[in-house]
Each structure stands twice: as structure tokens, then as C-alpha cells.
């Protein structure tokens, strides 16, 4: 039996089986609704049940706490309906644009950044059309079924010849898939992936002046966001603050210097956290978030896209909001939770 959602305020609706988490079945139709992990981790998709029962799967108390479950709020990601029901949620117009398709893709290149980052060039099949918005991910299908997700680092313009998409990879020491990339991955291997995923891209119809805020690799999405921008010709004035602990972590530092050469909208301002005496570090230091407090104590007319580390957008979040009068639907992020994240205590 299909149960039918209804979402408020846009007034659509959609089926969704006994068994299928309702963004499942929102992104399955085309339905643009908020979200960024899938998997119960990250918050994105908190929505407001109205009307009718669903039941939670697995997720993590910080995305959404039992004080918040009981006051009516849940994650699309993994609730399902048990009857009918009523959604408050955002509606993210061009999210359920582009289809999802699984595909192998082929490694084209691996190219090594920074002695944690390698950038992994994946090479489409030609017999598909794979469109994405700047900001979108994909996930790679592992052999035993895990998934793990990467953010374009190219917006869908700068895909070359042959096409490619562009992945910023950290290492994480333990990590399934990361492991592997950074040891026995090699060019021409052939790897399953699905996508496009995520509402995290920019949103074209505002003429708000934006912060861009990378955190490590977070720095992929916002790059192909700026490549956006500058393809577009959109003039709103933007600033990157992309943060790492040391210089080497700000692994395509040239590369902004070179974009703000060619962007007179965009400002760039690297920070780095925990500089040695050996790294001659004279530029900004501290958080990354706390740098942007510090230069735009007043965000209340500005868009914020935030990418990266969960502690460093989870800090945005809460303190550009709290301190800075940023409009909560005006921050926007995908939040890089990983299995560590996943069970870590709270
Ligand atoms: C929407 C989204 C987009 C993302 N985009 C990017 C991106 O562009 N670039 C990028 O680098 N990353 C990105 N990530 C993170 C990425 O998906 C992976 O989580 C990350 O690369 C780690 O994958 P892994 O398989 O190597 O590690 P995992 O197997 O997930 O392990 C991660 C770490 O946790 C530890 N660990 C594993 N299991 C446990 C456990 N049970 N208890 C405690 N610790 C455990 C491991 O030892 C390791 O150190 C993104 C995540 C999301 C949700
Ligand atoms: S918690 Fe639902 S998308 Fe991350």
C-alpha cells in the first residue's frame, strides 16, 4: 500500500511505500526537499510532521534528539510513513531537477595535493547524461553495499574532455574507501557510483552577497560553486574563507589566488588554525568560522554556503545565527560526517 505525502507550504504531493524513507521517495519523483548525508547524520532534512505517524530508523541523536522527535519534528531521511501524512518542509526548487543514475565510472586520474588529499578525476560513461548542479555529490558503491559520498570539485561546465568530474578525497587513516583510494586505487580502475545528491548549491535567485566557508576538502563544492559564479557572470559580491590546520591543508591555494585575479566579486581569506613556527604562516589564524564573525559581525543580509567538517558547520550554524542575525534559512551546508561521526559519542 502507498501512503501519499503531503508537503506545506508548496502544496505537493507524493507516494511513498510502506518500506521507503519518504526522501527516498521525494528524490525518486523529482521532488526537491532539503538534505545532505541520507543517512540520519547530518540534520539537513529536520522537517515538521503535521499530520499522520511515521516511524524513525537509526540516526544520530545530534541530528535530530528526542526532545526534537517528541515536539513533531523528523528526518525524511530515515522515517517512514506508517499512514498518510503532512510535511512542513523547504521546498528546494531544482533539487529533484536532474535524474539519479548508477553508472561505473572510470579513474582517470589521481593526482596527490597534499601528502592527506589526493584529487581523483572520474571519467563518465559516455552512454549517459549526467547533469548536477555545482554543489551536488555522488556516492560510491563500495563492493560490500557501503556508500561513501564526494562533492564535485568542477561545476558541470568544466567536466573536459573526456568528461570527467572532479573528487577532492582526505584521507582518513582506518577509513573503508579511503584506505583503499590512497593505496591501491590506480588509474583505469573502475569504480560504481550514484548521483547527483544533495540541496547543497547555490541559490541563483538571490541577489544576496555571499560567504563561502570550506573547511579542508570541504573546499570542493564551494570550488565549483565559484566556477559557477564566474561562468554566470553573477556579480554578487562573495567571499571564500577556506580554513585548514596548517598551510598545506588549503590544498588549491593557488587556484583562488588566481580566481580572485580573475573575479573582482570575489575576495579570498585563508585561515589556518594551528600554523607551526616552520610554516612561516603570516596570514589570518584561528577557526575558520570565528574569522568571518570577526570580519562580518552582521550576516543578517547575507547568504552563508558552509562546507566541510561537521564541528565547523555545525559552529557556523549555531553562532553566525545566534550572534551574527544570519536568517536560519539562509545557511546552507553539507556537512562531511563519516563513520566516525556516526558513532561517536555524544
Ligand atoms: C554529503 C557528503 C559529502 C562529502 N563529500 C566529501 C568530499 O568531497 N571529500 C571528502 O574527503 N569527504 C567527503 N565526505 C566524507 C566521505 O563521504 C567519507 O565519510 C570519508 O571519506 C571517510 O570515508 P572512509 O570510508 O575512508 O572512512 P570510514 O570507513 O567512514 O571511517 C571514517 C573514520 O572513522 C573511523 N571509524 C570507522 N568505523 C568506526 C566506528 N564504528 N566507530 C568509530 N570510528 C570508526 C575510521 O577508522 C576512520 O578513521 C562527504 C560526506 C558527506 C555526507
Ligand atoms: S540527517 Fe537526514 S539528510 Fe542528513
Redesign the pocket.
Known sequence: MTFSITLKPADKQFGVEPDEAILAAAIRQGIGLPY??R?G??GSCKSRLLEGRVVHGTHQDKALSAAEEASGLILTCCATAQTDCVIEARNVPGSGDFPVLKMPSRVLQIERVASDVIVLRMQLPANQNFLYRAGQ?VEFILRDGAR????M?NAPHRLGSPPAIE????H????????QAFGTLKEKDILRMEGP??SFFLREESTKPIVLLASG?GF??IKAIIEQLQAKADLRPAVLYWGGRRPQDLYMDDWCQRTVAQMPSLRYVPVVSDALAEDGWTGRTGFVHRAVMEDLPDLSGHQVYACGAPIVVDSARADFTAQCKLPADEFFA???????DK??RP
Open positions: 545532505g548525508c543517512d547524520a547530518c555529490y561513501r559520498s564526494y562533492s570539485g573528487l577532492h578525497l582526505r582518513m587513516p582506518g577509513g573503508k574507501f579511503t584506505d545528491f544533495g576538502t570542493a563544492p553539507d556537512s562531511f560526517v563519516s563513520e566516525a558513532h561517536a
